[in-house]
Antibody, heavy 120, light 107 residues
């Protein structure tokens, strides 16, 4: 059974940093693209960042480019999102999701999300 | 960036009736479009990919159609569990983009 479990969310001050983690199980982690998608309170889905199965291609939304970094540790089946220079508008539930295939970027499994609140 | 626009924002339909949701892209996606369902407090659930292929375990009452810039999700006979928010997502180009969502509510 595929499982994705996010952790690392919380309250952080504007300008601060936070690292989200996503523990993956139930599939061959290194074979699949992975992504982060966020949802601000009461709003729609916003794609944040993604990486291909072989990590040769990583991409970011313009809203986070230069501030967020996606990475993964294949030996631990972990996906990460390093978030720097956080702003109030980064407040959201952050979901990690598994891509259907290495380079097919729609998402067939999702975690339950980790809440990030950026506030002083 | 490809802009994806969903309409209507809210759709009121009675149980047992058909619902038709639209998604329009600012440039051609070929068939690189997915649909998701999201219920309150839950993560999104993949319904359709490749514009018209149902994901695993998705009931046959859900169908997708369209290509290029115009896409449609049809729910043929609404069940109580279908009332939710629906999102389309393009994966033809980076950055990936989602539509703003259509809330399907009980009439």
């Amino acid at each position: 059974e595929v499982q994705l479990v996010e952790s690392g969310g919380g309250l952080v001050q504007p300008g601060g940093s936070l690292r989200l983690s996503c523990a993956a199980s139930g599939f061959i982690f290194s074979h699949y693209g992975m992504t982060w998608v966020r949802q601000a309170p009461g709003k729609g889905l916003e794609w944040v960042s993604g990486t291909s199965g072989d990590d040769s291609r990583t991409n970011y939304a313009d809203s986070v480019k230069g501030r967020f970094i996606i990475s993964r540790d294949k030996s631990k089946n972990m996906l990460y999102l390093q978030m720097n220079s956080l702003r109030a508008e980064d407040t959201a539930i952050y979901y990690c999701a598994k891509a259907y295939a290495s380079d097919w970027f729609f998402f067939d499994y999702w975690g339950q999300g980790s809440l990030v609140i950026v506030s002083s | 960036e490809i802009v994806v626009t969903q309409s209507p924002g809210t759709l009121s339909v009675s149980p047992g009736e058909r619902a038709t949701l639209s998604c329009r892209a600012s440039q051609s996606l070929s068939s690189s479009l997915a649909w998701y369902q999201q219920k309150p407090g839950q993560a999104p659930r993949l319904l359709i990919y490749g514009a018209s292929t149902r994901a695993t375990a998705i009931p046959a009452r859900f169908s997708g159609s369209g290509s290029a810039t115009e896409f449609t999700l049809t729910i043929s006979s609404l069940q109580s569990e279908d009332f939710a928010v629906y999102y389309c997502q393009q994966y033809n180009n980076w950055p990936l983009t989602f539509g703003g969502g259509t809330k399907l509510e009980i009439k």
